[in-house]
T-cell receptor, first 113, second 113 residues
Framework: NAGVTQTPKFRILKIGQSMTLQCTQD?????MYWYRQDPGMGLKLIYYSVGAGITDKGEVPNGYNVSRSTTEDFPLRLELAAPSQTSVYFC????????????FGQGTRLTVV | GENVEQHPSTLSVQEGDSAVIKCTYS??????FPWYKQELGKRPQLIIDIRSNVGEKKDQRIAVTLNKTAKHFSLHITETQPEDSAVYFC????????????FGTGTRLQVTL
């Protein structure tokens, strides 16, 4: 059971480039989340999804886009990378509703230069 | 939306002492409060959680208490060990129209010999 898998683990982007962070889970979870974690800081919610075809903004959505065409996949798209997007990105999933654990992927360390 | 505040930001204790981390939340509709431990360079992992219909929960050296009236909850670690050194995050589940997990800013716990 792989759980939540993120790719890539590391990436360096130039300013203005675009990329997609991939996230897939094999636990049939309805809820999926994208967080960013700046150095020494907490987890800030970028976008989340409560099921296939449904997404919503979190606390810091500007500069990002998501889609949820299947239950398993929740990719995060950066269209025009900026240095402020340098961060570690975590994808997470949960069964949903209260009292269910959120499982995290191993993270993607992104540097924008 | 939900806002979770966490204190202290750093905590240093001697091995064998107790550590207490406190969080407050803003939305009275939140009804699930997990705590995550994040070791350096790794993903956050759930260590204990509590639901709103419970006032206290224990798991070996770890306990969590919840005061719904005051909207605050706390993590208690007794007989601390060096391997407890990590960053700890509290979180609150804001259901509203969807399951949105909001994290506190984190507490860096250092257990010294």
């Amino acid at each position: 059971n792989a759980g939540v898998t993120q790719t890539p683990k590391f990436r360096i982007l130039k300013i203005g480039q675009s990329m997609t962070l991939q996230c897939t889970q094999d636990m049939n979870h309805n809820y999926m989340y994208w967080y960013r974690q700046d150095p020494g800081m907490g987890l800030k919610l970028i976008y989340y999804s409560v099921g296939a075809g449904i997404t919503d903004k979190g606390e810091v959505p500007n500069g990002y886009n998501v889609s949820r065409s299947t239950t398993e996949d929740f990719p995060l798209r950066l269209e025009l990378a900026a240095p402020s997007q340098t961060s570690v990105y975590f994808c997470a999933s949960s069964q949903g509703l209260e009292g269910t654990e959120a499982f995290f992927g191993q993270g993607t360390r992104l540097t924008v230069v | 939306g939900e806002n979770v505040e966490q204190h202290p930001s750093t905590l240093s204790v001697q091995e064998g002492d107790s550590a207490v981390i406190k969080c407050t939340y803003s939305d009275s509709a939140s009804n699930y409060f997990p705590w995550y431990k994040q070791e350096l360079g790794k993903r956050p992992q759930l260590i204990i959680d509590i639901r709103s219909n419970v006032g206290e929960k224990k798991d070996q050296r770890i306990a969590v208490t919840l005061n719904k009236t005051a909207k605050h909850f706390s993590l208690h670690i007794t007989e601390t060990q060096p391997e407890d050194s990590a960053v700890y995050f509290c979180a609150a589940l804001y259901t509203g129209t969807a399951s949105k997990l909001t994290f506190g800013t984190g507490t860096r716990l250092q257990v010294t010999l």
